[in-house]
């Protein structure tokens, strides 16, 4: 998938030939919702960022209104985790300083 990133934010252009359907769901209100793809760039254009989409969607979440820093809104893209987790898969921990330096000492 090629982003073109736009302060940061992915567009639904981006999404284009990747998915047909974004999810949105929510474990806090159970919320689940599927929006086509293609309304979405009829509604939002092709420069309609995710992320503001996604702020209007939960304008009206209880947990976003009552603005409690502890208990925040929930609502996530599920498909986009998996695309970025397969655009950039996670690189195994390094070696910890005190290991390497245990093993040169083993070593030499």
């Known amino acids: 998938m090629g982003k073109r990133v736009r302060d940061g934010a992915i567009t639904f252009s981006d999404l284009v030939g990747t998915l047909d ?3 949105v769901e929510c474990a806090k209100c159970w919320r689940r919702d599927c ?3 293609r309304r979405l760039l009829e509604q939002q254009g092709p420069n309609g960022k995710l992320t503001d989409w996604k702020d209007e969607l939960i304008a009206n ?6 603005r409690n820093f502890k208990d925040q809104c929930g609502a996530h893209l ?3 985790k998996a695309l970025e987790a397969a655009q950039f898969p996670k690189k195994p921990p390094a070696k910890s300083i005190r290991r ?3 093993q040169k000492r083993e070593a030499g």
């Open 61 to 66: 979440c209880p947990y976003r209104l009552a």
């Open 78 to 80: 599920p498909e986009l």
């Open 21 to 23: 359907e974004l999810a």
């Open 100 to 102: 390497r330096a245990a």
């Open 35 to 37: 929006y086509s793809l």
